[in-house]
């Protein structure tokens, strides 16, 4: 079986500063990756890394793409890369404002891929996104309104809808969860597993809420100063963390 | 009367060359807009600046000059710049469209079809059709390079999903050759399909934002649009109310305080020449 993607000895430094370094590791379809680590252990600059929105210094991803086969997103053109972005590749922000347009209307952001890629039936655009909107819990009167108008967990489900419009195989997430309170967090992870689970999407998570990876992720890989330090299977090193930096961090959970 | 003290049409030959290179590069490339060294101009920026300076390097001492604001020649912008090329070029001026080699205009194409041996040249507010939608100078050029043009859609989508159909009614986007996204200056959609396939040449100067862009003779322009909203080029539902014509593009006006109004045509020297020739609207003298 040919993975979805596959990583080799990806690095990005800033200047004499380890970004990330030597990462090596495959992603095959419909399984979900999670990364975690301390704040600076390299995990977002990983990710903007492997979704093309920085590039590496050195290695390869090599992305198993529907009509050419497996590339290298590395040194692929700007345009293929691009293209990419805005059909195979789903990209979920952290902060909502950063990956929707606050200046336009529910149903526009979600509809947005749909016309990049060409599509010109307003009919059909407003039915699929009015059909995103429920698939994402959001009541589909609020299509016009402006996401400004929304509250921060609608806003993170709004960016999962206009992400996932054009059935993307392979989503980015950094830290989807981040920022939103827990009875919100719950319902989007519920959500976001429905999802993953229901379209077969492979994904790769970045967080530094263990549970969230407990929840969503098949496998698990750990980063400490820019190197990952151990990976495994989920529950494997959730509950038998090897490196020293594992144990830290499991054992920094909170139990209530 | 010509003043001696100026070099032709008021800007230095150094500048009108850079001018016509960035003229001839946008002809090369049309719809492209093609960034150029606007100078100062003894005018606020917002007041034709591009289009004059546009003006300035084409224009020749044979040339017969008219400048049209809203449609009209008798508005202070038209009036002005008109004056201004008659003290620094000493042109020869006209307000009959089809007796003029070189049109500078504010927001309309005239009414009268124009020809292969005429220029029309655009004042331009904001060169970028994609500037309110996407504010990032660098990412516009780049989605243009790439033709990302997906985002043109979400506005039009944006005024079906409020108004129930495309609001937009002037700066309507544009495609040309199927290649560059262009913003064709606030000219009133009904304007649009005469951008299309125009024997004239179409200069677009914007003076504040630096940019020229043109559309050679027979150029493709397309007017975007969704396959089931497509384009409509509207216009008041009415005749003129002083030559009685149904083809032209109309301004309403408001003639007392009782809330009743009269349509005239807004392009003043189409409808003066209607009347001339007889024909009468509802409200003529």
Not at chain 1, 53 to 77: C, I, K, N, Q
Not at chain 1, 201 to 230: C, F
Not at chain 2, 241 to 267: K, T
Request: aromatic fraction near 8%; charged fraction near 25%.
């Amino acid at each position: 079986m040919t993975p979805l993607l596959s990583v080799r000895d990806v690095a990005k430094h800033y200047g004499p500063h380890i970004g990330c370094a030597d990462v090596s590791f495959d992603l095959y379809p419909g399984e979900v990756m999670g990364i975690v680590g301390e704040s600076g252990s390299g995990k977002s600059t990983l990710l903007n890394c492997l979704a093309g929105h920085l590039a590496p210094d050195r290695g390869e991803v090599v992305f198993d793409t529907r009509t050419e086969g497996p590339r290298d997103t590395v040194t692929m053109s700007e345009p293929e890369r691009r293209m990419l972005g805005r059909t195979d590749w789903a990209f979920v922000h952290q902060h909502a404002r950063d990956g929707l347009r606050m200046g336009v209307s529910a149903g526009g952001n979600v509809g947005e891929r749909l016309m990049a890629v060409g599509q010109r039936h307003y009919g059909t655009i407003r039915q699929t996104a009015t059909d995103w909107l429920g698939r994402v819990e959001i009541d589909q009167n609020r299509i016009d309104d402006r996401p400004t108008t929304f509250s921060g967990g609608m806003q993170q489900r709004l960016q999962i809808a206009r992400n996932l419009v054009t059935g993307p195989r392979l989503v980015f997430m950094d830290e989807p969860t981040g920022g939103l309170d827990v009875s919100v967090q719950a319902r989007l992870l519920d959500l976001l597993r429905g999802l993953v689970r229901d379209m077969g999407l492979s994904a790769i998570i970045v967080t530094h809420d263990l549970a969230v990876v407990r929840l969503l992720a098949d496998r698990l890989m750990v980063m400490k100063s820019g190197r990952v330090v151990e990976q495994g299977l989920t529950d494997q090193v959730l509950d038998d963390p090897q490196h020293a930096y594992s144990q830290l961090l499991v054992s920094s959970v909170l139990q209530v | 009367m010509m003043q001696d003290t100026y070099n032709f049409a008021y800007l230095d030959e150094q500048t009108k060359r850079m001018i016509r290179r960035a003229i001839l590069k946008g002809l090369a490339i049309p719809g492209y807009q093609v960034p150029f060294a606007s100078r100062e101009m003894p005018m606020p920026y917002g007041w034709g600046t591009g289009g004059v300076q546009v003006s300035a390097a084409v224009l020749t001492p044979e040339d017969r000059f008219k400048v049209i604001d809203q449609g009209a020649d008798d508005t202070t912008n038209a009036v002005s710049i008109r004056s201004f090329f008659e003290r620094t070029a000493g042109v020869e001026t006209t307000t009959a469209t089809e007796d003029a080699t070189v049109i500078q205009t504010r927001h309309r194409i005239p009414e009268q079809p124009l020809t292969e041996d005429q220029i029309l040249v655009y004042q331009v507010p904001i060169p970028e059709p994609l500037r309110f939608l996407e504010p990032r100078e660098s990412e516009t050029r780049k989605m243009h390079s790439l033709e990302e043009y997906g985002l043109m859609h979400v506005k039009l989508y944006e005024d079906i999903s409020r108004h129930g159909h495309i609001a937009t009614s002037y700066a309507y986007p544009v495609r040309v050759e199927a290649r560059y996204v262009m913003d064709p200056s606030p000219i009133p959609k009904f304007d649009n399909p005469k951008l299309d396939d125009n024997p004239a040449i179409q200069l677009f100067g914007a003076g504040r934002e630096q940019r020229i862009y043109a559309l050679p003779p027979y150029t493709k322009v397309i007017s975007l649009d969704f396959d089931d909203h497509p384009f409509d080029p509207s216009k008041a539902d009415q005749p003129c109310g002083l030559c009685g014509s149904n083809e032209s593009y109309l301004d309403e006006i408001i003639v007392d305080d009782a809330g009743n109004r009269m349509f005239v045509c807004s392009d003043t020297d189409y409808c003066e020449k209607r009347q001339a020739a007889g024909h009468k609207g509802k409200f003529a003298a």
